[in-house]
């Protein structure tokens, strides 16, 4: 858990995963880091940009589920850079953090598109559990238990049952599960699990992908059932 009061931060992780892509926009180094540094312990990929421009060449690049984004940086502030994502259709999920503690600056962010606002200082446990719901609320749920036949995903506790079984996966396999799981429907392409599972300096081996699939399929299959994960050739995978 991380304690952010001003530009102090204390570190108390207890390795927990999910397999979410964040942006952090904020033009403070030191807590732009220890932002990532939490998050990146949480199991989230991470980019993180300086000031609003830097932060909108990102989301023109790339998906994310949730931005984190300070009000008051250089540049562009976090009212513009809220103003400009949303005329460009760009509809992820923001959360707010900032100083401003008036009425009129969490009215103002909130009524021009932003979808959480946080006031700092704040207990990181508190904003974790906002993106969180922000994420649910992004794949139209509201429990943190994911079903799928015999399948249980609990994403409170990051742990998989399959017929009431305790499956034991690694924390890229639980992500890549929980993804394609909260994806269920939709084919998803090899490149957009790398995009979800990596942030944007990560460097990776081609087949990271065919080897996850397979790790998870062999450890869903042990278990006295079929696996779930289909695959549609030249286009991706998908659960159905």
Do not use: W
């Amino acid at each position: 858990m991380f304690l952010l009061y001003g530009t102090t931060c204390r570190v108390l992780c207890d390795n927990r995963s999910v397999c979410m892509k964040l942006l952090v926009i904020e033009d403070s180094k030191r807590l732009r880091d220890a932002l990532r540094q939490g998050f990146e312990q949480e199991g989230y990929a991470v980019d993180i940009a300086e000031d609003g421009e830097e932060g909108i060449r990102f989301c023109a690049s790339y998906q994310y589920e949730v931005i984190v984004l300070d009000l008051m940086m250089p540049k562009l502030d976090g009212y513009g850079t809220i103003k400009q994502l949303r005329q460009s259709g760009n509809d992820t999920h923001i959360l707010v953090l900032s100083a401003k503690d008036q009425l009129l600056d969490r009215t103002s962010a909130l009524d021009m598109g932003a979808d959480d606002f946080l006031l700092k200082p704040f207990a990181f446990e508190e904003l974790l559990a906002r993106v969180r719901a922000l994420v649910r609320r992004k794949y139209g749920t509201k429990s943190s238990q994911l079903v799928v036949d015999d399948l249980t995903l609990d994403t409170s506790t990051k742990t998989v049952l399959r017929d009431g079984k305790v499956l034991p996966l690694s924390a890229f396999e639980y992500n890549c599960l929980e993804y394609l799981v909260m994806q269920r429907g939709r084919i998803t392409t090899k490149e957009q699990i790398i995009d979800h599972l990596h942030n944007a300096n990560d460097e990776f081996q081609s087949n990271v992908v065919e080897v996850l699939i397979y790790s998870l399929r062999k450890k869903l299959e042990i278990e006295g059932a079929d696996s779930i994960i289909k695959t549609k050739r030249g286009h991706g995978y998908y659960i159905a």
